[in-house]
């Protein structure tokens, strides 16, 4: 359950303070498929970074079931997404001097896991890189390093998955299997997924759409989700 | 803490080429402590377990003068008492030796040595041809000889030699010798003689400089009642004693002192590494911050990144230290065995084994990694800094208020390296003196290629495009322009500043300075021989010679209107108690001027006068009127101090004297004299000079200043070789960042390169830009060291050496063109692998 409290995000832009996020209230249910839609500048990497505590809000508070994340130190943020947050970025972000296969192990190793390795094998299998588990990053295709960053960011079963623009960079193929699995994920494990993105098509893909303009924000039920399942 | 140890091997995987680096500069620093502190524990050990043959015997007792009815009664009364005590007689001096055949007219001055039947007590010769060592060789007009001086006279075993009024027969060679003044100033090569003999040559006579030995052999637990019971007694007697322990000590402390300052040496290339390991690192964290932002994002503290990157560090810095013990246990292998025995020969060692000594090693070890933390503590700091944001958000790393962590590892650094410093002197005020002046000489080289930078960066703003961005890259945002700058300036200032004042010592040494100075001195001139001697020179020089008559007075009280010292002991711990040569005239040199009182006219006076050079008067704390007392030949004199002068020692053709006393007291004390002329051009009449003034006057030594000169430039070139290793060492570290820092920041210039490329540049640009950016880099370098060195060179001459400051100006430009030579050609080629790649591939990695 995430739940935002009159967050605002508020910058100094050259002399001039900035507001990215203006006050906003928002409720994400357990379970829930959450597209956050808008144009270019309207805040939503911001409201994704607030909601994985990478960023401070400028005013409100944050909670992630029940426990707010404002008032937590960078280590105690740093544990809190080890456990709970999985991450994927519009840019990948592997850290290039591990292999796949260490890229997704590390989460499981920072949590302490067992039996990680097996579990690597697994989800890397899952996303169908089981052969390119010990290239590095710079020797694998776009599509192929986004899927290894989901393997990354599933690597724990983390309650809550959080995706900035995931198929921005990618054709239209490795889009597809990313949106597949981002709906896969959310229907068999329950998953709570806020999902940034300004294509509408892949929006279409959620339960509910946060439509954001001018830091300002509208929650827009969508009828399509159902259809879409 | 398994991830962590997991993630330090990973990165160290990946990342292990690029601080390879980081390797070689505690490597070379480690490899420099380790190397010195060895090689001279090796000497040390081989020295203090042969200390007895050093002295070669127990106990030695030695005065300068003949033995005084005192001295000898309290000697003989305390040997008296001990039943288990053997005792020989020994006299040292220094003299000439020419060969007999007349047909050689050449002369030399050799350190003679008359021992008595039985010695040496401890230790064993070594001769040449395997010839054991029995005095049978030397009794009866026998001589043993070193083997320069038969190249130097031209002679073989079994050929005479003539010393003072004696012919000898060299009946071997001397290889290694038990006894040997260790470490002494030598006039000349060993020549041994039957002590007999040598009474019998009548080189003793009057004024003579000789040292007279007792050496005694006595009961391991009788040595030091012996030394204590005779020490006081003996000193008033100006008669030194002193066990073969004490010569341990003596050697042990010398050594330990080498040991400390060479390793302090050792320790400042370090420091050098150190600044090198802080750039890498420095550049390393700006590279890993999106793999530690992203490392934060997966859920890791910043404890747990800290703690991959300082072990890490670790790791290397334990590496990079083994390493450097390597490369020490490589240099010590590769040194020639044949140095290692001419060194034992030379110190009078049976061998000497040179090898990494185990407390050399651990310190190395130590100081490696110790130096490594420190340095790079301060850059892995920021990573604490990076937020995960940065993935989202690019650069955005704030700056932040003061941070204390910061400050606190700074004061840490200092602190720590102020420990080691002083760890490796043995001695805080040594170390608090190297890393302050190590911090002026860094933060004056740091501003002043800071100013240099700054003046360049309106060259940024020209019309070429290589050119410009040449210079602007010096000054862009993670540059390493300061770090170089730093490393090779210091590099090249040592070296230049070394340089620099081996020219100035040699020219201050070197008679060519003045009109007609003397460059030939004659000691010992009796004074009926003053007369011959006199005529001899005036014959084959044109000249007559000025004869200074000299005597040799000790001070032993000062009775004045401020300062009275009574005794012998009060004067020695004035640092007077020396014996000095005095002499008395009517007039002042040219190279003396009265500063307070007024000297005395030419009219001989009864009252004894004496005028005192000026740096006496602020340590005995004379005034004028006070009374000093001499003792001179045993005879107690008291004079009055009637004038002070200042003398320029740098003028020798009238000598210096310390003590000038008013003719008419002196006059008829038995007295020598001695003579400054300017010899004959051409090393035939020299010698032929040199050979008939012995011939005439065997107890007369000629000491030709050329020679001396020439012994001087040989040693000085050997202290400037060695400061010149230490020097390219640090030199060499200068290169290493410099190769460092172009391979840090490669990463970096291959994506601007390849956006350059893309963007139409050709490769004939791209080496333009490297070679303005290098060059000028060097050349700032060179400009930085070589400006250091200037001041280094002043101050030294001044201060140190007191000497005259002669700048230089080739040492400089040669220094200046080379350095930046090096760097540009250093940092040119180290970037060419940037024109070899090819853009795309570069920026599809990025």
Redesign the interface.
């Known amino acids: 359950m995430i739940e935002l409290r009159n967050v605002s995000k508020t910058v100094v832009s050259g002399t001039e303070p900035l507001t990215i996020v203006q006050p906003l209230d928002l409720s994400v249910a357990a379970g829930e498929y959450l597209a956050v839609v808008g144009p270019s500048g309207s805040g939503k ?2 409201l ?2 607030l909601i ?1 505590g ?2 401070l809000p400028t005013t409100g508070e944050i909670l992630i079931d029940g426990e707010a994340i404002t008032s937590l130190n ?2 105690a943020l ?6 709970k947050i999985g ?1 994927i ?1 519009q ?1 990948f ?6 292999t796949a296969f ?1 890229n997704v192990l ?2 499981l ?4 896991a067992a039996n990680a390795r097996d579990r690597v094998a697994t989800l890397l299998r899952d996303v169908g890189l089981a052969g390119r588990a010990h290239h590095y990053p ?1 020797q694998l295709s776009g599509g192929e390093q986004q899927r290894v960053a989901s393997a ?1 960011a599933l690597a ?1 079963d983390p309650p809550i998955l959080l995706a ?1 623009e995931p198929t921005g960079n990618l054709d239209s193929a490795n889009g597809q299997h990313i949106v597949a699995l981002l709906r896969s994920v959310n229907a068999t494990r329950r998953t709570t997924i806020v999902l940034v993105t300004h294509d509408a098509e892949l929006a279409a893909t959620a339960d509910v759409m946060l439509r954001l303009r001018d830091g300002r924000a509208e929650r827009v039920p969508l009828v399509s989700a159902e259809v879409a399942r | 803490m ?2 962590v140890l ?2 330090v091997g ?2 160290l ?3 292990w080429r690029r601080l390879a680096f980081f390797f070689v500069c505690v490597a070379v620093g480690v490899g420099a402590i380790v190397a010195l502190r060895s090689v001279i524990q090796s000497v040390g050990v081989a020295m203090t377990s042969e200390t007895r043959a050093l002295t070669a015997a127990d106990v030695m007792i030695e005065s300068g003068q003949p033995w005084t009815e005192e001295a000898l009664a309290l000697i003989d009364a305390a040997v008296a008492d001990e039943p288990d005590v053997a005792r020989m007689a020994s006299i040292e001096t220094a003299t000439m030796a020419r060969p007999a055949d007349p047909s050689k007219s050449v002369a030399k001055v050799v350190e003679l040595r008359g021992v008595e039947a039985g010695f040496p007590y401890y230790g064993t010769f070594v001769l040449q041809d395997g010839v054991a060592y029995q005095h049978a060789l030397l009794a009866g007009g026998g001589a043993l000889v070193r083997p320069e001086l038969l190249v130097q006279l031209d002679v073989q075993v079994g050929d005479d030699i003539i010393i003072g009024e004696g012919t000898f027969e060299i009946r071997g060679v001397i290889l290694r010798e038990p006894g040997g003044q260790l470490g002494a100033f030598s006039f000349g090569p060993r020549v041994l003689i039957d002590h007999a003999d040598l009474l019998a040559t009548g080189l003793l006579g009057f004024g003579t400089r000789a040292e007279r030995q007792w050496l005694l052999r006595l009961p391991e637990e009788r040595i030091d009642p012996l030394v204590e019971a005779l020490q006081d007694p003996l000193r008033d007697e100006f008669v030194s004693i002193r066990s073969y322990q004490r010569t341990e000590d003596r050697i042990a402390t010398n050594l330990k002192r080498a040991e400390n300052y060479l390793s302090l040496i050792g320790f400042i290339v370090l420091i050098l590494g150190g600044i090198g390991v802080w750039s890498v690192t420095r550049v390393f964290v700006q590279q890993r911050v ?2 530690v ?12 990144v800290l703690a991959i990157y300082v072990t890490q560090v670790a790791v290397l810095g334990v590496g990079g230290s083994l390493l450097g013990v390597a490369l020490a246990g490589g240099v010590m292998a590769a040194i020639p065995e044949s140095v290692a025995t001419q060194a034992a020969t030379a110190a009078g060692l049976a061998d000497l084994t040179y090898g990494l000594t185990v407390s050399a090693v651990v310190q190395g070890l130590v100081v490696g990694i110790v130096v490594s933390l420190l340095f790079a503590l301060g850059p892995l700091l920021d990573m604490r800094t990076i ?3 940065a ?3 690019w650069g955005l790393i704030p700056a932040g208020s003061r941070d204390w962590t910061q400050i606190a590892v700074g004061v840490l650094l200092a602190v720590g390296l102020l420990a080691v410093a002083s760890w490796q002197a043995d001695s805080w005020a040594v170390g608090l003196w190297a890393c302050g002046g190590f911090a002026v000489i860094a933060g004056t080289l740091h501003l002043v290629g800071q100013g240099l930078v700054r003046v360049i960066q309106p060259l940024g703003a020209g019309r070429g495009f290589a050119f410009r961005h040449a210079v602007l890259n010096l000054a862009r945002p993670g540059n390493q322009t300061r770090v170089i700058l730093l490393a090779v300036g210091l590099g090249s200032f040592f070296i230049i500043g070394i340089h620099a004042v081996q020219a100035n010592l040699v020219t201050a040494f070197s008679l060519e300075i003045g009109d007609n100075p003397p460059d030939m001195f004659l000691i010992d001139i009796q004074r009926d021989q003053a007369e011959g001697v006199g005529a001899l020179v005036a014959d084959r020089t044109g000249r007559s010679p000025n004869l200074l008559p000299v005597l040799r007075a000790r001070v032993t009280g000062v009775s004045g209107a401020t300062t009275t010292l009574d005794t012998v002991g009060e004067i020695r711990r004035r640092g007077m108690g020396r014996e000095y040569t005095v002499t008395y005239r009517d007039r002042l040199e040219e190279n003396e001027r009265v500063v307070d009182g007024v000297f005395w006219n030419d009219e001989p006076s009864d009252q004894p006068e004496v005028s005192v050079e000026e740096s006496v008067v602020s340590r005995l704390g004379l005034e004028l009127g006070d009374t000093v007392r001499f003792d001179v030949l045993g005879r107690e004199l008291a004079a009055t101090v009637s004038s002070v002068r200042t003398v320029d020692w740098d003028d020798t053709r009238s000598g210096g004297f310390m003590f000038l006393f008013r003719p008419g007291v002196l006059d008829e004390a038995p007295h020598s004299f001695i003579a400054f002329i300017q010899g004959p051009t051409g090393t035939d009449a020299r010698a032929t000079l040199q050979r008939d003034l012995v011939a005439g006057f065997p107890n007369v030594s000629v000491i030709d200043g050329l020679e001396v000169i020439a012994t001087i430039r040989r040693i000085l070139d050997g202290a400037t070789l060695a400061i010149s290793i230490v020097g390219g060492i640090a030199l060499l570290s200068g290169v290493l960042i410099l190769v460092g820092s172009v391979a840090m920041t490669k990463y970096q210039r291959l994506y601007e390169t390849a956006i350059f490329r893309t963007l139409g540049a050709t490769s004939r640009t791209v080496v333009v830009m490297l070679v303005v950016e290098y060059g000028t880099l060097g050349l700032v370098a060179g400009v930085v060291g070589s400006l250091g060195a200037l001041g280094l060179t002043w101050a030294l001459t001044r201060f140190l050496l007191e000497i005259n400051w002669n700048p230089a100006p080739w040492i400089n430009v040669v220094g200046l063109v080379a350095t930046a030579l090096v760097v540009g050609a250093v940092g040119v080629v180290s970037s060419l692998d940037v024109l070899r790649k090819k853009p795309l591939g570069t920026l ?2 990025e």
Do not use: W, Y
């Open positions: 990497s911001t994704l970074g994985a990478l960023d960078e280590d740093a544990q809190l997404r080890g456990r991450f970025f840019f972000h592997l850290v290039p001097s591990l260490e590390v989460p190793e920072i949590a302490g710079a990354r724990n900035d | 398994t991830f997991r993630m990973r990165e995987r990946a990342s999106r793999s932002a992203i490392l934060k994002c997966l859920g890791a503290t910043g404890g747990q937020k995960p944001l993935l989202l958000r599809r990695a």
